[in-house]
């Protein structure tokens, strides 16, 4: 995994605008409809992990009443 919170490269939305295949408040709606959605993936892993740590957990609890 990269340090970047998309996957697009550098500069894509700065080369729609330059090409006038988009509008400055067009593009910069779209970084943040990708932002969101990378915030929001991110947040799903953290949940997923915290959910799996917890269920390990329980089930070394669990092992050690039954001995």
């Given at each position: 995994m990269t340090n970047?919170?998309?996957?697009y490269e550098t500069g894509w939305l700065s080369m729609l605008v330059a090409r006038r295949l988009a509008t400055l408040a067009e593009a910069?709606?779209?970084?943040?409809?990708?932002?969101?959605?990378?915030i929001d993936?991110?947040?799903?892993?953290?949940?997923?992990a915290r959910r799996e740590k917890r269920s390990r957990r329980r089930r070394r609890r669990d092992d050690q009443m039954d001995g």
């Open positions: 970047r919170i998309s996957p910069r709606e779209a970084m943040n409809r990708v932002a969101q959605a990378a993936e991110m947040e799903r892993r953290r949940k997923a």
